[in-house]
């Protein structure tokens, strides 16, 4: 601003400077006159005045201010030549608003064991296994008894800490009592109402299920919109039983119906629906049936008769099965059902054989919805409930397999068609993979090798951050990357291919949160390997560029310890040390907890400490 303010006066100054200049050399040049004697003297006493004159020390001093001009310049580099636009918002937030559990499970069994229901011709040899037992290898009440309890272990592996109750052979009564007490202990959580109809007739197109009379002697009609009222809502229901879209159209019309006299309702005072307290809407109501309304269950031998149960219960024994059974040439064509049943390992183990095969099968039904639904539906289906998230995971193997025995599977919200999805591919190869080195294992005691699934999936990835091209659509594998997260094998890998992802710009932050992928990386700060720190940095920097409601989460978890030790470790690189202030920097940015938390964790003095590291961009 100096300079700007006198610019006038320094042009001024010059332009005298220069006029006194070309008068001195004039006077020095012409010769005195003779006849004036004292002509030399007054010469010399002009050049004395005007060396001492200001005009002269005005010129000394434009010299001094151009050396000044032809000092080095700081902070001269252009920035910010684009156009400055603040940031873009998520186009829908990635957190579940409205997170749920399923706290209790209906389980209701109409099998009347022995008896076939009048409108049901079953084939001979017929499929006869419900949950995996034989009813007629035992009394029939004895074999209803433990269908029951077999089938509560296999909900219990997907969800453990639920409330089950069973209904075997039950009255109207018995189900509305079942249904009317779980809701009322579960008040705004999810229920769960399970039907087996394998010993009663068909559904009716007036909207009913059967159940039995107290002699069972009769088939008692069961009204869908009685059970809608008893369950109430959010729930799920699952129908496994021929016909069983016509259940699935019948709730939706009893839906509709309840919305209409509602409606009816608010406009007259005098309708007796007005004086009653509002009834649930069924619009949070999920279900899940075994076939369309004009088709009848498999009863193929080779097959369990509750066939769409063991898909959403137990997928992996059956999809092994089912891969045995078909003609498709495989590694090892000498691999039968018995053998299958030796898998060593449990599913919970991933180094196991059956541990790694669930673990596959996880990420490819996820990487299935992921890329076919749309993103709010794959949230509310596959990330709002761990139950209902298992059972849709699972309602995709029931698709593919129960297609193959022209049988249609049913879902509401009905999902697009994923059965012939190349993700299924790679869940044979795998399969097959792990099929071939069975007898090895079994018979000589040979060591499992694992699977190349993931590492593949890996390159696949890294093959698409490396020769992609713009506009394209999103990777595909991003849901197995999640998953590979949870192996210290590939963790290294994938957390730099995420990274490597993410640097791609806020879009890409914000599919990877909507897959899921933020409580992984928030668990993996509690990780004490060196290693991880430049990537977890790196990637928690990029996060909170995009989403600096994060800072609650990493607060609440401690997190910002993590990045607290990073900044202080002077082995770090400085560019991760300068992105770790960062987050810190974010993390106390209008949030007093945050700027607690921090300050009881020493920032400013380790910030301090910074002020003297020779990287420029750190002490900025």
């Known amino acids: 601003l100096y300079r700007l303010w006198t610019l006038p006066y320094t042009f001024l100054t010059r332009i005298v400077c220069a006029t006194v200049s070309v008068i001195v050399r004039r006077r020095r040049a012409s010769p005195a006159r003779v006849d004036n004697p004292a002509a030399p003297r007054a010469l010399m006493k002009m050049d004395s005045e005007l060396l001492h004159s200001p005009a002269v020390g005005l010129a000394e001093e434009e010299e001094a201010d151009m050396n000044d001009w032809k000092l080095p310049l700081a902070f ?29 499970v209906a389980l209701v069994l109409c099998l009347n064991v022995g008896v076939d229901p009048p409108d049901v011709v079953k084939t001979s040899p017929c499929a006869r296994l419900e949950c995996w037992i034989d009813p007629l290898s035992m009394s029939p009440q004895k074999a209803l008894e433990t269908i029951g309890a077999n089938l509560q272990k296999q909900y219990e592996n997907w969800q453990p800490r639920a409330r089950y109750k069973q209904s075997l052979d039950p009255t109207v009564d018995e189900v509305k009592k079942l249904c009317t007490s779980l809701r009322r202990n579960a008040k705004e959580e999810r229920v769960l109402f399970h039907y087996n109809g394998h010993g009663v007739p068909r559904p009716t197109v007036n909207g009913e299920i059967w159940v039995f009379n107290k002699n069972y002697t009769q088939y008692i009609p069961l009204s869908i919109y009685d059970l809608q009222t008893w369950m109430g809502s959010p729930s799920i229901f699952v129908y496994d039983c021929s016909n069983a879209g016509i259940i699935v159209k019948s709730f939706k019309q009893f839906a509709l119906q309840r919305e209409q006299e509602l409606e009816v309702a608010a406009i007259n005072p005098s309708h007796p629906l007005a004086q009653m307290p509002l009834p649930p ?32 219960t137990t997928p992996i024994k059956i999809a092994l099965r089912w891969f045995c059974m078909q003609k498709s040439a495989k590694l090892v064509p000498g691999v039968t059902l018995d053998l299958i049943e030796k898998i060593p390992g449990r599913l919970n183990d991933r180094r196991t ?27 509310k289906l596959f990330r709002q409930d761990l139950l209902v998230a298992s059972l849709f995971r699972n309602f995709l193997l029931a698709e593919r397999i129960m297609r193959s025995y022209n049988c249609t599977p049913v879902s509401s919200p009905r999902l697009p068609p994923t059965y012939m999805h190349a993700m299924w591919q790679a869940w044979d190869l795998a399969v097959d993979i792990c099929l071939s080195q069975l007898p090895t294992i079994i018979e000589e005691g040979t060591a499992f090798r694992h699977s190349p699934f993931f590492a593949e999936q890996l390159t696949a990835f890294q093959v698409w ?20 997260l949870l192996s210290q094998v590939h963790r290294l890998r ?11 710009g806020p879009w890409a932050v914000s599919l990877a949160l909507s897959v899921g992928i933020f409580p992984y990386v928030l668990k993996l700060l509690q990780s004490s390997a060196r290693e991880l720190r430049p990537l977890l940095v790196f990637i928690w920097a990029k996060i909170l560029a995009v989403d600096s409601s994060c800072q609650a989460d990493l607060v609440k978890d401690n997190g910002h310890k993590y990045f607290l030790s990073v900044l202080a470790d002077s082995y770090m690189p400085a560019e991760h040390r300068t992105m770790a202030v960062f987050i810190l920097a974010v993390i106390v940015n209008s949030y007093n907890t945050g700027q607690e938390a921090c300050l009881q964790g020493n920032l400013i003095a380790i910030c301090l400490e910074q002020l003297s590291d020779p990287h420029p961009l750190l002490r900025q």
């Not at 001269?76 to 957190?95: C, N, T």
Request: glycine share 4%; net charge neutral.
């Open 76 to 104: 001269m580099k252009k920035r910010h030549l684009e156009k400055i636009e603040g940031s873009k918002a998520l186009a829908q937030s990635w957190r579940m608003k409205d997170r749920m559990k399923t706290v209790s």
């Open 465 to 484: 951050l490396t020769m992609g091209v713009e506009n394209r659509n999103p990777p595909e594998q991003l849901p197995i990357v999640l998953q590979v």
């Open 353 to 379: 054989p059956l541990g790694e095969l669930n673990w596959i099968f996880t990420a490819i039904t996820d990487t299935i919805a992921w890329n076919v639904l749309p993103r709010d539906l794959f949230q």
């Open 281 to 312: 809407s069924m619009k949070n109501c999920i279900q899940l049936a075994a076939c369309e309304a004009n088709e009848l269950l498999p009863m193929n031998p080779d097959l369990p008769a509750d066939l769409f149960t063991s898909c959403l």
């Open 494 to 504: 994938a957390l730099d291919l995420l990274g490597r992802f993410l640097d791609l």
